[in-house]
Structures are given as C-alpha cells and as structure tokens.
Nanobody, 121 residues
Framework: QVQLVESGGGLVQPGGSLRLSCAAS????????MGWYRQAPGQQRELVAA???????NYADSVKGRFTISRDYVKNTVYLQMNSLKPEDTAVYYC???????????????WGQGTQVTVSS
C-alpha cells in the first residue's frame, strides 16, 4: 500500500506565496514521475507541474515563472513553491506519483487526498 500525504495549503492574499509538500510512504521500490494537479470548482483536473526521476520538469503555461517544483529523492517527497499567487490559482491541489511498489510489480498511479489553496483578499 502506498500513501501520498499533502500539506501546506491554505488561504493567502493575491501576490502571496505558499509551499506545498507531498510525502510518499508505504511499500515503495521505486518512484518515477511525481507531480501536482489542481481542480477548481466546475472544472477538470489539470496538470500544474511534474518532475521526473531524472529531474526534468514540466509546467502548465499558466504557472511558468511563478511556481517551482522540486523533489527530495531520499525522502520521497515532492514540493511545489507557489509565488505571485493569483485568485485564478484557487483550487484543490492533488499530488500524484507513478510508483513501483515492489521489484516484481508494475507501475501504478497514486493520488493524495488533496489540499485546498485559496487566493483571496
């Protein structure tokens, strides 16, 4: 069993910053990509940022230059530093990881429970 636990969401004013964390635990042999998605009310879940096992990153156009994804490979943790936040960044943010639980298993997709980010004055 693999668990992803997110933290760091909250209420922030426009122009402010937040840092999200997501720690993977449980039966983990290897993790490939880790990433952050978000879903605003009435909208589809969308990719915000992702980072591969090799450190390559990918960002949604709407967050480029404002958000930075990073990863601690020893702690199996991924971070999302969010700066210059805008009201349109308001959403539930979900952590995602592509995990191989054991040496003999295949790759499975896991999700965290989500953390609310609200940008409002």
């Amino acid at each position: 069993q693999v668990q992803l636990v997110e933290s760091g969401g909250g209420l922030v004013q426009p122009g402010g910053s937040l840092r999200l964390s997501c720690a993977a635990s449980g039966s983990i042999f290897s993790i490939n990509a880790m990433g952050w998605y978000r879903q605003a009310p009435g909208q589809q879940r969308e990719l915000v940022a992702a980072i591969t096992s090799g450190g390559s990153t990918n960002y949604a156009d709407s967050v480029k230059g404002r958000f930075t994804i990073s990863r601690d490979y020893v702690k199996n943790t991924v971070y999302l530093q969010m700066n210059s936040l805008k009201p349109e960044d308001t959403a539930v943010y979900y952590c995602n990881a592509d995990v191989r639980p054991t040496y003999s298993s295949g790759w499975d997709d896991y999700w965290g429970q989500g953390t609310q980010v609200t940008v409002s004055s």
